[in-house]
């Protein structure tokens, strides 16, 4: 089954640090661009951060340049989202998305819950 | 940055009856290499998103025939023939042209 799965939400404090990862299973990973899009409680869904196939290339929405960084491990078929400086509004569903071309999300993770707060 | 503007914000519609959704760009999502990057995803209460179309028209395996999708240039349109009750969430179009950009969501429920 082609899927992909999230892990590593909770809580975490402003300014603070929070790791995300996305395992990669039934299909050749390495073969496809993967996002990062977050959805905030009751609101729409954004694209955080994206990555090519090979992982030579990175690009971020600009609320979060500088502070987030994606990262992939083609060997283990993962997924990262290493995030710093944590503010309230980084408080959202996180979701891992498969990019067969063009931003065309075709797979989707169940998320994960990312909570900044004090 | 691209606007995605999407209409109505909510639509109550009668089980059996069409329902259609516009989605407007504020610039042309047609790409260097012709294809047009319009997306259509529904998102069910409490679920992760699903997409039913892609390059404006084509639907993704196992999505019902009463969805289909159509537009070009800056205004696109997902229509329903007959809305079932298994219809009922969020839907929302996505330009992949440029920085994949959402709309705002339209929500579709049952009068």
């Known amino acids: 089954e082609v899927q992909v799965v999230e892990s590593g939400g909770g809580l975490g404090q402003p300014g603070g640090s929070l790791r995300l990862s996305c395992a990669a299973s039934g299909f050749t990973f390495r073969d496809f661009w993967m996002s990062w899009v977050r959805q905030a409680p009751g609101q729409g869904l954004e694209c955080v951060a994206k990555?090519?196939?090979?992982?030579?290339?990175?690009y971020y929405m600009d609320s979060v340049k500088g502070r987030f960084t994606i990262s992939r491990d083609n060997a283990k078929n993962l997924l990262y989202l290493e995030m710093n400086s944590l503010r309230a509004e980084d408080t959202a569903v996180y979701y891992c998305?498969?990019?067969?071309?063009?931003?065309?999300?075709?797979?989707w993770g169940q998320g994960a819950m990312v909570t900044v707060s004090s | 940055d691209v606007v995605m503007t999407q209409s109505p914000l909510s639509l109550p519609v009668t089980l059996g009856q069409p329902a259609s959704i516009s989605c407007r760009s504020s610039e042309s999502l047609e790409h260097s290499d012709g294809n047009t990057y319009l997306t259509w995803f529904q998102q069910r209460p409490g679920q992760s998103p699903r997409r039913l179309i892609y390059k404006v028209s084509n639907r993704d395996s196992g999505v019902p025939d009463r969805f289909s999708g159509y537009g070009s240039g800056t205004d696109f349109t997902l229509k329903i023939s007959r809305v079932e009750a298994e219809d009922v969430g969020v839907y929302y179009c996505?330009?992949?042209?440029?920085?994949?950009?959402f709309g705002g969501g339209t929500k579709v429920e049952i009068k």
């Open positions: 996505m330009e992949g042209t440029h920085w994949p950009i």
């Open positions: 998305a498969r990019d067969p071309h063009c931003n065309a999300y075709d797979i």
């Open positions: 990555i090519k196939d090979d992982g030579t290339e990175t």
